[in-house]
């Protein structure tokens, strides 16, 4: 029996998959390879849980073939909404000395497949050269709509047969620059400044009223399944050695690697336990969580 699955992307794309016994199999086909491939879960049989982001940083991503194509390198998340957006790829090598980190939609990668370890990406390897490139300065832009568009337009045509492979890259190539990068917009950059990556948030100290250091944030907890708002998990600082889950859009950012928390002394005291098998229904966005893995 196959099983078909579609992930939403920037709510306006999507990315269709078959599932079968032997791996994928590309929509508008009935062909699948003989090589072992990473079959995507059903939310039911994986998804029963939020991940670790330290638990999925540095993890193999395969194309639809099931050859490598990167690691996953990083998580962009947007404070105000705590959304995790984007995952950065760090691809292979295409060119010598030029080692590509890659941008991906959250809901275009499957952080968790039938392969232990292994994340996956429905496309080619061919799709995947002219994937649009990131770099610590896009953070600024990332937020534009028309950034937005750009690479959930790229990853809404991935899904399509290999056959039209060759057309799409071309179609594409006329919203990328030779290096596969998405083009800069004439408009000025984002603004609000929302856009972070998690690698560079772990550490920063939690500031909460009246100047109260709670800890450092040592790890994120994300449900891509289920697209919710991120929990940063905050360290507390001794001799409690507590640890807490505390939703992302909660954090403000502050001048010298640290992030403010509008919660009190009491709020952490009487913090309810977060319970890792739980699913992410019937959490919430503005409540502090007490936490053990």
């Not at 959250?106 to 061919?126: F, P, W």
């Amino acid at each position: 029996m196959r099983i078909v699955g579609t992930a939403f992307v920037a709510g306006t794309i999507s990315v269709t998959f078959l599932l079968a016994p032997g791996g994928w199999i590309a929509a508008g086909t009935e062909q699948s390879a003989e090589v072992e491939k990473p079959t995507l879960p059903t939310r039911d049989e994986v998804w029963s849980a939020y991940s670790h982001f330290c638990d999925f940083q540095g993890i193999k991503v395969e194309n639809v073939d099931g050859e490598k194509i990167g690691t996953v390198n990083d998580l962009i998340i947007e404070l105000r909404s705590g959304m995790p957006q984007y995952v950065i790829v760090r691809s292979g090598r295409f060119v010598v000395g030029h080692r590509r980190s890659v941008i991906v939609p959250i809901s275009a990668i499957a952080l968790r497949t039938a392969k232990a370890g292994i994340a996956a990406v429905d496309i080619t390897r061919g799709q995947w050269k002219y994937a649009p490139e990131f770099s610590r300065k896009d953070l600024e832009w990332i937020g534009r709509p028309e950034k937005a568009r750009q690479i959930a337009r790229f990853y809404g045509r991935a899904e399509e047969a290999p056959g039209l492979a060759k057309s799409n890259a071309q179609t594409r190539r006329s919203d990328l620059s030779p290096a596969g990068r998405v083009a800069e917009q004439t408009s000025r950059p984002n603004q609000r400044g929302g856009y972070q990556l998690a690698s560079e948030l772990i550490g920063y100290e939690v500031i909460a009223r009246q100047q109260l250091e709670v800890g450092r944030i040592s790890d994120f907890l994300v449900d891509a399944a289920e697209m919710t708002p991120a929990f940063a998990i905050v360290s507390a600082s001794r001799p409690t050695s507590t640890s807490f889950a505390v939703p992302v859009q909660m954090l403000r950012s502050l001048p010298g690697n640290r992030v403010a928390i509008s919660a009190n002394r009491e709020d952490f005291k009487h913090a309810r336990a977060f319970r890792e098998g739980e699913t992410s229904a019937g959490r919430q966005s503005d409540e502090i969580y007490r936490y053990e893995r």
